[in-house]
């Protein structure tokens, strides 16, 4: 299944890209199981995700749990808490 | 309509539609709040929040406010849709900027308007409470005479607490 | 100035010194919360408050407020100091007005400004709070279309009730 | 000891004047015996002050409790609960 992942603040700046379209394994079926396999793609990804629960995740623009089931998915944002306000 | 469908409605949806913003340009404050009261004669109450960029004691030449466009726009419009379904608003306007703002510059706006004044005041507090942990933006400093951008605004706890204080 | 006697001072009279106003003209919300953070870059948050006339469903064609001249001033800056002695606050504005004001205009104005959002919030709802039990206004109704001056509006029991809420 | 005492709302409307100068005998020490000795003055007082408990009343400025010793005071106000804000 190919998907599209954007990150933003500093975990853009640490996987060294905006966005990108991935294609996990079907067994990725969690935000959990796709974080996990990207830290397997190149240390610049181990180290953005390298304080896992940190993270925020947001899928099609609606912020989600680790746990929460990916399938079907058009847009996963991975970033830092946010600091608006 | 049916009168029964019509009250169905009534109880479910927004008696208002919330006016929600996200932009890099500067705002009016005033002029948002007098659009929102214009014409009216049932207003009671307007409560005004202006968030500005502090100089952090002189340290800061700018924050540079990053965002995730789409989902900025929805997730405030979320939470203004929360705020007009627990308040009896008349009126609700929530302007978010982004890009390099100075200090004294104007961050964020949020205007409510009730007849009372504890909904007027109570929204407005929610959605700055809410904002703050939900909307997805992301301040980064950028320290006075230095060439070298500075780094990422920290999360606070305080925020999360704030925050938490409307969970019910 | 001795340093010890300095830091006494600095302990207990309030920072600011807070701006009070009773007029019957109306009042410019915008100009009196920039006049407060002009030029200044150590602002974080301005929260106003604006009070209106209603028409109560169309009934009212004016409210009359009548004051008690010297103490109405008196009252609202002892009201404002406490403010400022509970709050970390930058800046503090009230104006109240009196004399006949139809609906959609304005008869009250807060504006607090801190460096954080929660005392800016607090502070302009303890004003307000405090000024509908403190202040010394009276509020009569002209109802429309009549040629007789209506009744006195009463207090009500919420807002001493809000008051209360800050005793401490 | 000459006092002036003011009138506000429906109680200046009752009493029919917005201020007077009086002076209560030497026994009338506190707000509650200016009321009382105030009542018997005419119907237009009894009228104003019927409702004892819910008039408010401030001395110099400041409002008082009806225990309030007047000694001293140079102005004395009658008045019903504000409706201010």
Known sequence: MAVKILYFAWVRERVGKTEEVVEPPAEVTTIADLVAWLKG???????????????????????????????????IAFFPPMTGG | MDERIAETIAETVPAIVPIVRIQAEPFDAAAEASALVRGRTDVGAVVTFTGLCRDEGGRLAALELEHYPGMA???????????????????????????VI??????????????????????????????????PFWKREHPLGEAETGGWVSSKAEDERAADRWVR
């Open chain 2, 73 to 99: 726009q929805a997730e405030i419009a979320r939470v203004a849709g929360e705020a007009a379904r627990r308040f009896p608003l008349q009126g609700l306007v929530a302007i978010h900027r982004y890009g």
């Open chain 1, 41 to 75: 793609r190149g240390e610049e990804y181990a180290y953005a995700f390298e304080n896992e629960t940190v993270i925020r995740a947001a899928m099609d623009q609606l912020h989600v749990h680790r746990d929460a089931v990916i399938t079907g998915a058009g847009e």
């Open chain 2, 102 to 135: 100075r200090p004294g510059e104007e961050i964020v706006l949020v205007v409510a308007v009730s007849p009372h004044r504890r909904a007027a005041f109570e929204a407005a507090d929610f959605m700055m409470d809410w904002l703050k942990t939900k909307a």
